[in-house]
């Protein structure tokens, strides 16, 4: 897939199509993909997308929408030749078939044709009965060892040779089995294909031979470009000859060869010794063109000839290294343009290649622009080398002035944070900023921030998109690189010192106030936003700026950019606060998938991460979910995005301490436990993954009802655990964990942490109902119980299983029913009580939780013990 094609706008184009095929249902859909031999990385990624979002959406269709599903559907097709394909390309077919989950997967191996194959299609063809055609499908099976493309090759051969011929006379087809048999054969099809060829005129296998190595398709206008003087003099009168021979198609002004192997054969009848000459002429012929550098397809073609050849000694001048040095860097850019990253790369490194030896002097800003782009272009894909540090090194110091370096120094920063290193990127990123003149206090704390937080607020009082777009444009070119820089320091202090990135949004808001608008204040709006709900708890506040930031999404010109960074600062933050919680991994989906549009492999990485999280709160099956985790590491692992890897590391552990299980498709992946994450995160001093780590431990002891456990961990990590986005869930668990300590210790500190709980969570159920209503009821029912209100707590425990069940999160009403269950048999009703822990086991057991369950299950048997009769019923039940 080359440029122009877009290509991760074309992944993208497939997973939208996919899930609308999966989610809506209607007519059922059949892709075909044929050659998945020949296809590269890229091509298999995805298909390899079109498995692993099929696998999403099926694993998260609701009972509602099953049916639904199953009007629908997509039929996947791929075939490959098992005798052509490389190991890497088949290993990731092979990954594909364990990726499917539970998508049905079935393999067929077709062999060559069979002589009765052969036999039958000859019979049709001739017109004649198959015990007339027997003896010729055995030579032709002889000759073709069924090879399809062999045997109609043949066929053509012996028809243009008259070996087989129709006869007036007998008015039949006659042929001479001797004769055929005694026919020489080449080793392989395009070998004997290629003997046909030789036997064309002369100017119309130049045309092939030209057509073969401008590829396998080519327009009349490029034709015409061609030097009558240097080919031939009528080039699209013998292309069309070409056609006639039926080895090339013509469909409107575009030639393309009517199989693969016709090209390959056209382009191995050019002798050896000449082929890179033929290369270099069809480039300078394709020069003629005015403008050459600004037609993406011509500056392309003109790229891919010179490339081919420019390692041949002598074949270039100085000065022809210099001009297709210069076409290389304008092939690299319109291959960005078109998302096509790996091209682009190979075409800055051919670039690259061309330099002089003494080009930093003598080709400055050529140098310069090439050494960035390809270090850019290695960002948007993840290509992240030790090539690209050291590129970057080598612009560094070779950079005439301080402004040459604020590229080469914010891809540093970027590359540091995608390892892990957040402090050193934060260290870095200050100093930079220190040059541009903004300058940050040393000791940065919850009063100056919340000072600066309550500011900012302040000067944004009603204000609308409207006057934001009306601001002047901020021009000063210093100014405008600081603000790319604190952006980049949001981003890189969120993980490290997330008060400074609270900080730093305020004061990009600040400068956009007095100093004029530009694109990175949008991004600015959007991480206030989140700073309003972990700073200074402005919720109403919060979700007017989170709108604002949102409605400069549709029609912005960086639209792409700015969705795959708004998951983490709105959706997953301040979204809760207005939109249901089942939305959230939606939002973050779509902002993978627009990072992985643009290039911003770090924020769709961070997208990626935050899919799994939120699916993770949001009562997602647990077992497709660590599929997608482990979907999502690879990534990681191949985008070199290590931090976040972990933290995504983190969300499969806890799935797997409350499932009991690994993942199928977790072989390979360096699973760690949360305790080895714990190691990681205190050496990296990654915040971000150590407060995930914490919260995910309280989590699981959550469920496994360790209260005392899980208090412990909140006690020991308390300023971890405030100002963060998962802190209503560390609010919520830590308030039950303390009501139940509560009623059995009496302790009055647990009391009132407990009483502390509701109170935080009463406002948020304003906010969103849906979200935060059942969370509040349990609360309400522990605090009623341990007050001793049993009627009230009764009443409680019912409505919070009827809220769980109305807004579909299995895991609360799980909890809700083992809950009142222990409630009801605690108050010796010990029937209604097994009933709920029964029911508690169902809902476990449909969210995935089997190392919960069988807990639950010897929690039950315990009890029963404790009674002197046995309940065949419960018997039954479990």
Not at 39 to 58: H, K, M, N
Not at 68 to 86: K, M, P, S, W
Not at 732 to 755: C, I, N, P, Y
Not at 771 to 778: D, P, S, Y
């Amino acid at each position: 897939i080359g440029v122009g094609s877009g290509r991760n706008r074309l992944r993208y184009l497939f997973q939208i199509v996919n899930i609308a095929i999966l989610s809506e249902g209607g007519h059922p859909v059949l892709l075909f993909l044929d050659d998945l031999q020949w296809s590269d990385g890229f091509a298999l990624d995805v298909v390899s997308d079109v498995v692993q979002t099929a696998t999403y959406s099926e694993g998260d269709q609701t009972e509602s929408s099953h049916n639904e599903f199953q009007a629908g559907g997509l039929f996947l097709i791929g075939t490959y030749r098992d005798n052509e394909v490389d190991a890497s390309t088949l290993r990731q077919i092979q990954e594909m078939d364990n990726r499917a989950g539970n998508i049905k997967v079935t393999q067929l191996n077709i062999g060559a044709l069979s002589r009765q194959d052969i036999n039958m299609m000859l019979s049709f063809k001739l017109g004649m009965p198959i015990r007339y055609t027997k003896d010729l499908a055995v030579v032709i099976l002889t000759k073709t060892r069924g090879n399809p493309m062999f045997v109609l090759s043949f066929l053509r051969s012996i028809i243009s040779r008259d070996h087989l011929s129709y006869s007036m006379r007998s008015r039949s087809w006659e042929w001479d089995d001797w004769s055929l048999d005694l026919l020489s054969m080449a080793e392989d099809v395009a070998e004997f294909v290629a003997q046909g060829l030789g036997q064309l005129d002369k100017d119309v296998l130049v045309a092939c031979q030209i057509c073969a190595c401008l590829g396998f398709q080519v327009d009349t206008p490029t034709l015409e470009l061609m030097d009558i003087d240097q080919f031939v003099p009528d080039l699209i009168g013998a292309s069309d000859s070409a056609v006639k021979e039926g080895i090339l198609d013509k469909d409107g002004p575009t030639y393309s060869f009517s199989h693969d192997m016709l090209r390959e054969s056209a382009y191995a009848t050019i002798p050896v010794t000449e082929r890179n000459a033929l290369h270099k002429k069809i480039a300078e012929s394709l020069l003629q063109e005015p403008a050459v550098a600004d037609k993406t397809e011509l500056c392309t073609l003109a790229v891919d000839q010179i490339n081919i050849c420019k390692y041949v000694d002598g074949i270039l001048d100085p000065l022809e290294r210099a001009i297709f040095a210069k076409l290389n860097l304008a092939a690299g850019k319109h291959a960005i343009k078109s998302s096509s990253y790996e091209q682009a790369r190979g075409y800055f490194e051919a670039g690259i290649s061309l330099l002089r030896e003494n080009h930093w002097e003598k080709m400055y800003s050529l140098s310069l622009e090439l050494y960035e782009m390809i270090c850019v272009v290695s960002f948007m894909d993840g290509t992240l080398d030790d090539n690209v540090s050291t590129r970057l090194d080598e612009i560094l110091s070779n950079a005439k002035s301080f402004e040459d370096t604020w590229k080469a120094k914010e891809l540093e920063l970027k590359m540091h944070a995608s390892r892990g290193q957040y402090v050193k990127s934060t260290t870095k990123c200050l100093a930079v900023l220190s040059e541009l003149g903004i300058h940050f206090p040393d000791d940065i704390n919850l009063s100056i921030v919340a000072n600066e937080v309550s500011e900012t607020s302040s000067l944004l009082q009603d204000v609308t998109k409207d006057f934001l777009l009306n601001l002047p444009p901020m021009t000063d070119l210093s100014r405008l690189c600081a603000m790319k820089f604190m952006c980049i320091l949001c981003n890189v202090t969120l993980f490290a010192k997330p008060m400074m990135c609270h900080l730093t949004s305020a004061l990009i808001l600040k400068e956009a106030l007095l100093y004029g608008f530009f694109d990175e204040a949008v991004y600015g709006l959007a991480n206030f936003s989140r700073a309003l709900v972990h700073v200074t708890a402005e919720y109403s506040e919060a979700n007017r700026i989170g709108l604002l930031a949102q409605s400069f999404l549709v029609g912005h010109k960086n639209e792409h950019a700015l969705r795959a960074r708004f998951p983490l600062l709105i959706h997953v933050s301040a979204g809760v606060l207005w939109e249901p919680g089942q939305s959230i991994p939606v939002h973050c989906m779509n902002g993978y998938q627009s990072g992985m549009i643009v290039g911003d492999i770090e924020n769709a990485m961070m997208c990626g991460f935050l899919v799994c999280q939120s699916r993770l709160h949001t009562s997602s099956e647990l077992k497709p979910l660590q599929g997608t985790c482990c979907n999502f590491i690879r990534q990681m692992v191949k985008h070199n995005q290590l931090g976040v890897m972990n933290s995504t590391l983190c969300i499969y552990a806890t799935c797997a301490a409350v499932t009991g299980e690994k993942h199928d498709n977790s072989s390979g992946l360096g699973i760690k436990t949360l305790k080895e994450l714990t190691t990681t995160a205190n050496q990296t001093n990654n915040m971000f993954l150590l407060h995930h780590i914490y919260v995910n431990r309280m989590f699981v002891h959550y469920y496994f009802r360790e209260y005392l456990q899980l208090l412990e961990i909140a006690d020991a990590h308390k300023l971890l655990n405030e100002k963060r986005i998962m802190n209503f869930l560390r609010v919520f668990v830590v308030g039950m964990s303390s009501l139940s300590l509560a009623r059995d210790t009496h302790q009055k500190q647990w009391r009132e942490f407990g009483e502390q709980a509701v109170e935080i969570i009463v406002p948020l159920v304003n906010f969103s109902k849906h979200n935060f209503e059942t969370k509040l009821l349990l609360l309400q029912a522990e605090l009623h119980y341990l007050n001793g209100n049993l009627g009230e707590a009764e009443v409680a425990y019912e409505n919070s299983i009827e809220s769980s069940r109305k807004c579909k999160y299995k895991n609360d009403e799980a909890v809700a029913h083992e809950l009142y269950g222990i409630f009801l048999v605690e108050r010796n009703m010990f029937a209604r009580g097994m009933v709920h822990l029964s029911t508690s086991i169902s809902k476990y057991r449909d969210w995935g939780a089997e190392l919960k369950v069988k807990e639950l299950i010897s929690f039950m048997e315990g009890l029963f013990t404790a009674k002197t009769t046995w309940n065949i019923k419960y018997k039954q039940i479990t």
